[in-house]
């Protein structure tokens, strides 16, 4: 079992930054990927961004690249959201996700099927 908890949302003013943590727990050594993920009222939950614990592999969304840094600290199995020029369409729950699943080192992790654990999310909300 792994265990997922994410702290760091908030209010913030649109152009503001906020910096989101997402702590694993547990089984933490059969964790390969860790995913962001948001759900704004009202529409499905859609990816954001993830980073696998090789490589390291990266990727965005379109909506957030160039906006958004995901970076990890593997010592603490830790992992970050950074989030910069916030719009208010960035407006939601952001949940973070680990998967156990091991594919490949070049697989990338953008389905919400490819996760296991997920955390209770942490609302983002940015005022225009």
């Known amino acids: 079992q792994v265990q997922v908890v994410e702290s760091g949302g908030g209010l913030v003013q649109a152009g503001g930054s906020l910096r989101l943590s997402c702590a694993a727990s547990?089984?933490?050594?059969?964790?390969?990927?860790m995913g962001w993920f948001r759900q704004a009222p009202g529409k499905e939950r859609e990816f954001v961004a993830f980073?696998?614990?090789?490589?390291?592999?990266?990727y965005y969304a379109d909506s957030v690249k160039g906006r958004f840094t995901i970076s990890r600290d593997n010592a603490k199995n830790t992992v970050y959201l950074q989030m910069n020029s916030l719009k208010p369409e960035d407006t939601a729950v952001y949940s973070c996700?680990?998967?156990?699943?091991?594919?490949?080192?070049?697989?990338?992790?953008?389905?919400?099927?490819?996760?296991?654990?997920w955390g209770q999310g942490t609302q983002v909300t940015v005022s225009s």
């Open positions: 996700a680990a998967s156990v699943r091991y594919y490949s080192s070049s697989y990338y992790y953008l389905s919400e099927s490819d996760y296991d654990y």
């Open positions: 547990g089984r933490t050594f059969r964790t390969y990927a």
């Open positions: 980073i696998n614990w090789s490589a390291p592999s990266i």
